[in-house]
């Protein structure tokens, strides 16, 4: 069983590491996303950079690897009995590979499309919430930063009420719930200072045209 985890792990690093920003700004760009905004691999400064349909690929991309780390989990280790702790052990790895890419010098995003879903393949229950949370968030303040904290929060809760009596998922929950605040501690600092950028949807694609 530990050499079926190590796979499972590995898979989802290296899925981790193809990451949707760079790829698709590198593909059809011809740039590197990272040159430009906050220098994130992110979701949010590929919109800022670039706008319009492109965005989407990239939430497919981020989104696609997930999922499939996340399946590809569950079916390695189900046949030990731990298909959900598998699922969550790709979790924990593609969203590792996404936000430390060795692949992309370490540089990529911050998780949150990752982290969604997550909460899609384990628990809907969790991912409408977080979804809640994030537009709801989003509607009133027009920070991404501060939605994306606050939905990963809710992911950690949901985590600690569903999967209580499963302590490794919950823990895995608990581990990518810190991760993606951490990741945001930039993001938390200027929300604090009162210097984090707004985003507008509307707004952004009047400006590429």
Not at 21 to 46: C, M
Not at 91 to 117: E, M, Q, T
Request: net charge positive.
């Amino acid at each position: 069983m530990w050499f079926a985890m190590f796979i499972v792990a590995m898979t989802g690093y290296f899925l981790g590491n193809l990451n949707g920003a760079v790829s698709i700004s590198t593909s059809l760009e011809n740039d590197d996303v990272r040159k430009h905004g906050s220098g994130n691999a992110g979701l949010t400064n590929f919109f800022r950079s670039y706008g319009s349909w492109r965005t989407l690929l990239v939430l497919l991309v981020d989104a696609g690897k997930t999922v499939l780390s996340c399946l590809a989990g569950k079916l390695i280790l189900q046949p030990f009995g731990y298909g959900q702790e598998g699922a969550m052990l790709g979790a924990v790895a593609v969203s590792l590979g996404h936000d430390f890419p060795a692949l992309l010098g370490f540089r990529g995003g911050k998780g949150i499309v990752c982290g969604f879903a997550v909460a899609l393949v384990i628990d809907w229950r969790i991912a409408l919430m977080i979804l809640a949370v994030f537009v709801t968030v989003f509607a009133i303040t027009r920070y991404v930063s501060l939605g994306s904290v606050l939905g990963a929060l809710i992911f950690g809760v949901g985590f600690c009420v569903f999967y209580a009596g499963q302590p490794w998922v919950m823990a895995g929950g608990i581990f990518l719930a810190v991760l993606a605040v951490f990741m945001h501690r930039s993001n938390i600092a200027r929300l604090m200072k009162g210097t984090e950028k707004k985003v507008h949807l509307i707004h952004r694609e009047m400006n590429k045209e």
